[in-house]
């Protein structure tokens, strides 16, 4: 099974601050990569899918990659952004997903 | 809007069985490829598996831990969705999420049910 690696685990930035977070995947994946931000106590939200923005998630996310290397990028880091973010691949199943990066503020 | 609203959580022995359900609302369950999702206590998200519409043939797929111990089914009649546990063990301790996605990311979870917790302990 293809497995599915975030890093940092966790990282800690300043309000304004342009964050990237990366996944990789052991296998080629194509363009088949989620990604989810969970805050604190609530339910996992989807915000990205194959690089597209979902509905109603502020333009400062951003997604790109293809292959093995993806990568979320938050443009100016906001206070409400604070949560768990985890990538996921979607190419087939079994649906994995990665270990998940924590993102407080400095 | 869609809701999914699961149930059956609650405190079992290990090599105990359990089942969850999942009422779904708010759009066409039929057309609906379902997923289970689990959260262990203070840890990240596991897909654990999924099943297609009956139109698609009702195909299920679980992740390696789960396999042969858990069995996604649906009943379209009800709009709902169930996990069947059984010899479950402690690992299985987690939060079960019934989520639903677009078919177009299928195997993505766009919509999100509030979770049941699962606690497997003698």
């Known amino acids: 099974d293809i497995q599915m690696t975030q890093s940092p685990s966790s990282l800690s930035a300043s309000v304004g601050d342009r964050v990237t977070i990366t996944c990789r995947a052991s296998?080629?994946?194509?363009?088949?990569l989620a990604w989810y931000q969970q805050k604190p106590g609530k339910v996992p939200k989807l915000i990205y899918t194959?690089?597209t923005l979902q509905s109603g998630v502020p333009s400062r996310f951003s997604g790109s990659g293809s292959g093995t290397d993806f990568t979320l990028t938050i443009s100016s880091l906001q206070p409400e952004d604070v949560a768990t973010y985890y990538c996921?691949?979607?190419?087939?199943?079994?649906?994995?997903f990665g270990q998940g990066t924590r993102l407080d503020i400095k | 809007e869609v809701q999914l609203v699961e149930s059956g959580g609650g405190l079992v022995k290990p090599g105990g069985s359990l089942r969850l359900s999942c009422a779904a609302s708010?759009?066409?369950?039929?057309?609906?490829?379902m997923s289970w999702v689990r959260q262990a206590p203070g840890k990240g998200l596991e897909w654990v598996g999924r099943?297609?519409?009956?139109?698609?043939?009702?195909?299920?797929d679980y992740a390696a831990p789960v396999n042969g111990r858990f069995t996604i089914s649906r009943d379209d009649s009800r709009n709902t969705l169930y996990l069947q546990m059984n010899s479950l063990n402690t690992e299985d301790t987690a939060v079960y999420y019934c989520?639903?996605?677009?078919?177009?990311?299928?195997?993505?979870?766009?919509?999100w049910g509030q979770g049941t917790l699962v606690t497997v302990s003698s």
């Open positions: 989520s639903t996605g677009s078919k177009a990311a299928a195997g993505t979870s766009g919509d």
């Open positions: 996921q691949k979607y190419n087939g199943a079994p649906f994995t």
């Open positions: 708010g759009f066409t369950f039929t057309n609906a490829w």
């Open positions: 296998h080629d994946i194509n363009i088949y």
């Open positions: 194959a690089s």
């Open positions: 099943i297609k519409s009956r139109t698609d043939g009702e195909t299920t």
